[in-house]
DNA sequence: GAGCACTGC
């Protein structure tokens, strides 16, 4: 039976291992011998290979040819272990591991008697295993080869073809030769029991194991060679030549991409599917067919796995002020809570209110609830994200975007409209959840520190990290949902709030290590793609390979294209989609066209099919384990995009993209001691590696004063904040105490970076609001305007640079392409001809709508002044002359305030023109430390703009700032 | 002569 889970019970568990010195010392004594035990078995083995750790290519590559392997069996019986060790000449048994968890380290256990075995790794020699494959090659090629012996003598051959063929004889003599030399191919032979004539007829035996393990099928747990053989199969597979084909040639190319490249995996574990036998249960389907719609969806509302938990889910909600609540994916969770929540009348006192992490997924959420609840959308449920708000007077369940449910608490401090705030995929850490959960933990504490009656407090009485304009609301109920891992994180950062299970319905997807370390991940996911291709059933299901950005995608899709370019119907046909963010969007929908029959698809994905989309039809995923990641440096201001590893939640929310519409497997191209060693459990939150000056100024405007005690649940550096606090200062927006302006106040209205929301501000004072908010919204959506083909980049380019006439700077330039597109009537057209993206376009459209409706809240009046750049540039100094950079001889530029040398990047109009001073957007650290999106400016307007910041001698000749301190230049030089 | 992972307001 389903079954509250609050609790201490749970809890102290789980304490226990991550504090061992806690109470019980005994136990943790022995986890921690045992896991050091487990530990150093591991490195032996790593050292056993040690060669295989190095980074270089070729290295990497010959330990795949190593002497030893590890066969992995799984659920194997006694008998089938005695079996298996006769079968492949074993060695030494390396260990045992318990199926059916990720902690197969943790887990290992040390003895091998017992009438159920978990799964036993073997280690294996490598030629006796060979010998045992290639008699398998030996009776499938002799045939075909011989067929083809004519083919050398009459025909002409193309050199491929010839190379190919000689290729296949030269593996066949030597097959040959060694099988003859090994007469005792008996001591290889499958158990009797699946030999029928007891013999020599190889080709028959193979066949029946093989329909043996058909009939049987994988998951049969009662044949315990079900699954050894189906390894040892696909093993064979990956070799030779695919089971069974009639193809001659294809069979020559597996050897070209298999056989000499080959990657070895360890199946080292399998992430549990979960109740994925419990669809809806047949009988009910023809049922089903003759009810309408709605009761249809009623009914399938009953089969999800949260619904036997709705009784005791209200109950718990009642009782506790915070629940967190681990629901995986597919129970049910985001759908039905607010449902429930709803029925049992929480809606009287308010709104429910559920976050989502992206806009895609409240729209989609709220459509299919508002279909459960047979309403229509933007009624009784709605939606509210940016530029789109679905919601009515009537709204009782409102889903949206967290950041959209922060720009409210800003309107709304206590949440007033609200009895019940969901805060959904919190583990996923983004930036407003982080500071939402702040926000209600401040309020929270002070409501227990203030004891049970309702207090208003008054503006400005509480400090210490304590909201001090948030009324207190004992009925506000929150309930955090959260991926298993991170649960008890949320429960201890509430106060130890319970935490409620809902199980997930999913397949179970196996999980392959490499056996040594890959140095070039790039090279070695098309292998095991094409090994899986080649080996595979086409049909069976699509492959998934995770690369860090578009570049890498594009060459691996070279690189797959060149590979499988000629070979025509030797192979099954392989079609290769690309996808990534910045692809435009006709060319993304490419992905979710259904798979032609006999083909395969193999999708190549940054991290945007990690979370953000979802693909049908997915059945291997192949995971590098690398991603793209932003970092901050506070100290240089500088933001920089890094490969790096990827996090073990990173990597199974990768694996589980395998298993959603049937059983899956992830490859990862690293090793099982990687994944455990070397990965963090989690990535670093977004709180920790970004610029926070937008966080302090909306902290600041919700009166929290005291940020360094804020209690976020991952601090970020204390530096970044300080740093944050400096630049809010000097913009005004934070007076010497550090409390908020009325420039801060209107600033913290606009969605935009404070820089960007001070030169909106200040565009009031130089009269050109107009062009100051269009160029806003150009340099918020960043940098994807310009698209650049790779065939086409000359074109592109002086596309681009026919918006720099005159060397007006970046700034201006960006306000040329708006006004010239606006121009046009928003002609797609236009875009195309000039190489821009008529999506960014559209966006910086509606961001500019959005900014022109808030000029008028903070009364700023929209006014146009085209024709004089210079009060645009003023105001664009106004917002960024903290960003000021002055160039040095030899063309690199010095920036004023925290000196280092940086550079104009590359793409900017100005980088041949190299101005004495500019004035830039941000700094990236790429090759080189870069300048993106510059202006020119007077040095002089600095002082007068910003005469707190700069003072005559930062801007003067440069001649006499160089000088070293006390050199004898006096500043008049 | 570089190179922009992904969200969100």
Redesign the pocket.
Known sequence: MPQVVVNMEEKRRVKRRSIPDEDDDSESEEERLRDQRDREELERHLKDRDAAATRKLGEAKSTRREEEFYVVFPYISVSGFASAVALLGVQKVFFLVEVGSFDVYDKAVGGGSGASLPSIVLKVSRQEYLKKREEKIVNQLRDEIEDEQYLFDGVKLTEAEYRELRYKKEIYELVKKRSEDADDIDEYRMPEAYDQDGGVNQEKRFSVAMQRYRDSGAGDKMNPFAEQEAWEEHQIGKATLKYGSKDRKQKSDDFQFVFEDQIDFIKASVMDGVNFEDEVPSESLDKSMEKSAFEKLQEDRKTLPIYAYRDELLQAVDNHQVLVIVGETGSGKTTQIPQYLHEAGYTKRGKIGCTQ????AAMSVAARVSQEMGVKLGHEVGYS??FEDCTSEKTLLKYM????L??EFLGEPDLAGYSVVMVDEAHER???TDILFGLVKASASFAMEMGRTTIWAREGQIRGGKLDIARFRPDLKLLISSATLDAEKFSDYFDSAPIFKIPGRRFPVEVHYTKAPEADYLDAAIVTALQIHVTQQPGDGDILIFF????EIETAEEILKHRTRGLGTKIPELIICPI???LPTELQAKIFEPTPEGARKVVLA???AET?LTIDGIKYVIDPGF????SYNPRTGMES?LVTPISKASANQRAGRSGRTGPGKCFRLYTAYNYYSDLDDNTVPEIQRTNLA?VVLTLKSLGIHDLLNFDFMDPPPAEALLKALELLFALGALNKLGELTKVGRRMAEF??DPMLSKMIVASEKYECSDEIISIAAML?V???IFY?PKDK??HA?TARMNFHTGNVGDHIALLKIYSSWKETNYSTQWCYENYIQVRSMKRSRDIRDQLEGLLERVEIELMSNSNDLEPIKKAITAGFFPHSARMQKNGSYRTVKHPQTVYI???SGLAQVLPRWVIYHEL?L???E?MRQVTELKPEWLVEIAPHYYQMKDVEDPGSKKMPRGAGRASQD
Do not use: F, W
Request: glycine share 6%; with cysteine.
């Open positions: 992490p992206r806009r895609v994200i940016r975007t967290d950041g959209m922060l720009r983004t930036l407003s860090t950005g578009q570049e990534y963010a910045n940054t991290n945007i953000s991603c793209k990641m932003k995009l937008n969605p935009l918020s960043g940098s994807s650049r980049q000359v380019d990047h590359p793409t990236v790429t090759t080189k870069y």
